[in-house]
């Protein structure tokens, strides 16, 4: 028998229980054999880092909440199996009339994309949740000047860097700590 044709859909899953109804489909298609329909099942996510306590905390962030990528072959019953399972509301559909037509499959320009932009996140080192802007005031929370307010005066992109001015006895002095040492006042 000859390789089943597939596409990538969108499966709408209640918010914060993406992972859970991720598991509920794995679970589901191995219990009744239907492997060769659905080869993946995927949440597209994010590294972030995080300072939290003076440590640097590495998170996992969620890149599009309440959505769960499915390669398959919807034929048969398989469309009507994930559609009942737990957490799951349905496919990414359009609407024909009032009433939800089959689920639309995504192009493959998309599904390259999201797939592109998934490894590129993984292959990057750090990820900072929030970009700084030059004038901002920060405080420091790691290392020797712990604790001291500043401003950027300069963001070494490149580096992960930022070039900070505080004031230490009266005299404004540059530091340049890396993004996980400040945090936005």
Known sequence: MGEIAKKWYVVRAAGGKEKKAKEYIENEIKRLGLEDYVSKVLIPTEKIYQVKNGKKVSMERIFYPGYILIEAALTGEIQHV??????????????????????????????????????????????????????????????????????????????????????IFGRKTILELNFVQVVKE
Do not use: C, M, W, Y
């Open 82 to 167: 994930i559609r009942n399972l737990p957490h799951i509301s349905g496919f990414l559909s359009e609407k024909q009339g009032g009433k939800e037509k089959e689920p639309t499959p995504l192009r493959q320009s998309e599904v390259n994309r999201i797939l592109g932009r998934v490894d590129e996140l993984a292959d990057k080192d750090e990820e900072n949740i929030r970009p700084f802007v030059v004038g901002e005031t920060v405080k420091v929370v790691d290392g020797p000047f712990n604790g001291f307010d500043g401003t950027i005066e300069e963001i070494l992109e490149d580096k992960k860097k930022l070039k900070v001015s505080v004031k």
